[in-house]
């Protein structure tokens, strides 16, 4: 059983190549008004955008309705549509606990990072990226360049893969092929993101963001009336397959509670998410975030379980043909059970779930490059503006044209990314901005630390040298490790040069 | 408190590596392992929260979503563990799902939206940020910025994670 929950984790960020056309008439049209509104969205954002603050954290204007869709759109990538349905097709009930943790998590997320970050813009007006808040907290240039290498790393990976599963998504859309599908998509995402930078991306996943949720909850709808209703459903698999119907699936319960670990706790070292609190105008509007974005990740999060369970009953049932893999389910059962103008929203919505990473990713990504990297060396650029939308376009390009490549490769960059995020950021982040008594040596130890174990552990387990038992992931056990050196070194250097925090930031760490 | 929360995470990350060492030995307690990983994961969410959630040593009423996370994802994964397989023959749904899985979807998953969420908006203008606090912070932006206007700088002290001090760095803003 791990050795097929593996492949299907791969698949994570990657629809399988051969999803079943969607070129249908009304499905086309559809995708193609899609396409004209996100464009239309970049035009009118591009005209906004006048310096890097716009560029990077949209001007710092965003109302709470605006960030509240733009992280649920970050957080959710294609995986929800089709990866995420495919894996509880697969692997029955254990794969939920992948999103299970969202109800408590963007609440914890807004105790440890939100009001933290959104008054560090309050002193410190000229942040901008997860590396500035880790840099100015630490006093700590070699942090900053870490976390911003770090974070360079995992959205190269991220971005190949979701550059590749845009290209497989378009060509099912329109039929032109997955070379153009790829090309299509990262002409259209960069169109937006290298002229409007994030405010595009904000005004676009507000867009985008609704489409999801309207489109998942109709979708569930038909789930229900195709199944007979959840109870129908229940009832057929367990004649048939009870293990999947158990809390962990055909998981081991190890396994299954490991994702539940990584994607809850991880959550808290995510930066294309989690940056965006700097973009709230006003911090007291944090008050009804977390409740707004679980509720709305609840609502879009309906199709990843609906058509997971509802698909696998109507297989076992006899009334859907077998899958010849897993990322089939969405698609068909779209094709199968919903009308074709539904079918044409949700696929643009995959892509539009895809497009919202990407934005996120390439934004961050740029950030790096321009930002972080070179405040890490002492060489900070005169125009962030302009080298940023050269640092979005060269990205973009570097990941097409990795896609093109795909297979091994984009499967593997794509592993890791979730993980590398939080085993670097998370103890240096989140803890680091909540306890004065961390360390700048605590903060680079664990940085490193998370950085070097899941690459290597990582790139084990892919080419099958060595992985960890019971199917637990190596990036859960870097996780851990890196809290541990993080409080070990902290404890060990306190006292030191490395434990003085400026009064600034002090404030905002007491408050 | 904070020495509380602190060691929380502490034991709660030793669990969790308790409980991946143990994967290495499935034999030995098969039960063991993945319930140490539930009440670790439990330990390191409730644990943090305290650390970031606590004002001056106190929680105040924050206490009831700290408890609730333990009992529901810590408590509620080691029942899950411990539950008997589902058994095919026996035909009790709850809403729609078997015992174990209704558990799994409905308490661990859904019910904390009715709780966590909801104590960060209840409590958030008295324990989270107060317009006090906010004040407080944006004064001493102000200040930040009349100094740095004051010394000529253009850069205010400690900004973009330049250095200001301690051994890794040139010690002093650009």
């Known amino acids: 059983m791990i050795s097929r929950v593996m492949p299907l984790l791969q698949s994570v960020e990657m629809p399988g190549a051969d999803l079943p056309?969607?070129?249908?008439?009304?499905?086309?049209?559809?995708?193609?008004?899609?396409?004209?509104?996100?464009?239309?969205?970049?035009?009118?954002?591009?005209?906004?955008?006048?310096?890097?603050?716009?560029?990077?954290?949209?001007?710092?204007?965003?109302?709470?309705?605006?960030?509240?869709?733009?992280?649920?759109?970050?957080?959710?990538?294609?995986?929800?549509?089709?990866?995420?349905?495919?894996?509880?097709?697969?692997?029955?009930?254990?794969?939920?606990?992948?999103?299970?943790?969202?109800?408590?998590?963007?609440?914890?997320?807004?105790?440890?990072?939100?009001?933290?970050?959104?008054?560090?813009?309050?002193?410190?007006?000229?942040?901008?990226?997860?590396?500035?808040?880790?840099?100015?907290?630490?006093?700590?240039p070699a942090a900053q360049g870490l976390s911003g290498l770090a974070i360079l790393i995992a959205v190269i990976g991220y971005m190949a893969t979701n550059v590749l599963a845009l290209g497989v998504v378009i060509d099912a859309l329109f039929g032109i092929g997955l070379g153009w599908g790829v090309w299509l998509g990262t002409a259209v995402v960069v169109g937006y993101s290298v002229a409007g930078g994030i405010l595009a991306g904000i005004y676009a996943d507000v867009f985008q963001g609704t489409l999801m949720a309207v489109a998942s909850v109709l979708v569930f709808l038909f789930v229900l009336d195709a199944g007979g209703g959840l109870s129908g459903i229940s009832t057929t698999i367990l004649q048939n397959d009870p293990g999947f119907m158990s809390p962990w699936g055909h998981l081991t319960p190890l396994a299954a509670i490991s994702f539940f670990f990584v994607f809850g706790y991880g959550s808290l070292g995510q930066p294309h998410v989690v940056h965006k609190f700097y973009m709230l105008r006003d911090p007291a509007r944090l008050k009804w975030y977390p409740l707004l974005v679980t509720a709305a990740l609840i609502l879009a999060t309906l199709l990843y379980f609906g058509v997971g369970v509802a698909v696998k009953a109507l297989v076992t049932s006899g009334e859907m043909s077998p899958l010849s893999n897993p990322d089939e389910a969405t698609p068909r059962f779209l094709l199968e059970y919903t009308p074709r103008i539904l079918a044409g929203i949700v696929f643009s919505s995959v892509a539009a779930a895809i497009m919202s990473t990407v934005n996120s990713f390439l934004n961050i990504g740029a950030a790096a490059v321009t930002h972080d990297l070179p405040v890490a060396f002492g060489r900070r650029l005169r125009d962030e503006l302009f080298a940023g939308r050269i640092a979005t376009l060269v990205i973009s390009l570097a990941a097409a044209v990795t896609a093109q490549f795909s297979g091994q490769l984009v499967a593997f960059l794509g592993i890791f990314g979730w993980g590398l995020f939080a085993s670097t950021l998370v103890p240096a982040l989140a803890l680091g901005l909540n306890w004065t008594g961390a360390t700048r040596e605590g903060a680079v130890a664990s940085i490193g630390t998370g950085l070097v174990l899941t690459l290597a552990l990582e790139t084990l387990s892919f080419f099958g040298v060595w992985s960890f038992p019971a199917g637990v992931t190596a990036s859960a056990v870097t996780l851990v490790l890196s809290i541990l050196v993080f409080l070990a070194v902290s404890a060990a250097t306190r006292g030191g040069p490395g434990s003085e925090i400026d009064e600034d930031i002090r404030l905002i760490m007491e408050v | 408190m904070k020495r509380l929360a602190l060691g929380g995470i502490l034991l709660s990350a030793l669990l969790l590596a308790a409980a991946y060492g143990l994967a290495f030995l499935p034999e030995v307690a098969p039960r063991l392992a993945p319930s140490l990983l539930a009440l670790g994961t439990a330990g390191a969410l409730a644990?943090?929260?305290?650390?970031?959630?606590?004002?001056?040593?106190?929680?105040?009423?924050?206490?009831?979503?700290?408890?609730?996370?333990?009992?529901?994802?810590?408590?509620?994964?080691?029942?899950?563990?411990?539950?008997?397989?589902?058994?095919?023959?026996?035909?009790?749904?709850?809403?729609?799902?078997?015992?174990?899985?209704?558990?799994?979807?409905?308490?661990?998953?859904?019910?904390?939206?009715?709780?966590?969420?909801?104590?960060?908006?209840?409590?958030?203008?008295?324990?989270?940020?107060?317009?006090?606090?906010?004040?407080?912070?944006?004064?001493?932006?102000?200040?930040?910025?009349?100094?740095?206007?004051?010394?000529?700088?253009?850069?205010?002290?400690?900004?973009?994670?330049?250095?200001?001090?301690?051994?890794?760095?040139?010690?002093?803003?650009?």
């Open chain 1, 21 to 140: 056309g969607m070129a249908r008439t009304e499905i086309v049209l559809i995708g193609i008004a899609y396409f004209v509104v996100v464009a239309a969205i970049g035009a009118w954002a591009t005209r906004r955008t006048r310096n890097a603050q716009d560029f990077y954290v949209a001007g710092h204007g965003i109302g709470l309705f605006a960030l509240t869709l733009a992280a649920m759109s970050a957080t959710l990538s294609g995986f929800a549509f089709i990866g995420g349905p495919g894996l509880v097709f697969s692997v029955g009930l254990g794969a939920m606990l992948i999103i299970l943790p969202a109800s408590i998590t963007n609440a914890l997320g807004a105790w440890v990072l939100a009001k933290r970050l959104r008054l560090l813009r309050e002193v410190r007006e000229e942040v901008m990226t997860i590396p500035d808040a880790i840099g100015m907290r630490f006093r700590s």
């Open chain 2, 47 to 174: 644990g943090t929260l305290v650390l970031a959630a606590q004002r001056d040593g106190r929680l105040g009423i924050l206490w009831v979503p700290v408890v609730f996370i333990v009992l529901v994802v810590g408590g509620g994964m080691v029942a899950l563990i411990l539950l008997p397989p589902v058994d095919p023959a026996d035909p009790t749904l709850v809403l729609g799902l078997p015992p174990g899985a209704a558990l799994l979807m409905y308490g661990v998953g859904l019910l904390p939206t009715l709780v966590v969420p909801v104590a960060y908006a209840l409590t958030f203008d008295r324990l989270t940020l107060s317009s006090e606090d906010l004040e407080r912070v944006r004064e001493a932006g102000r200040r930040r910025r009349s100094e740095a206007e004051a010394t000529g700088s253009g850069s205010p002290p400690g900004g973009g994670g330049v250095e200001t001090g301690g051994p890794e760095g040139s010690g002093g803003p650009p």
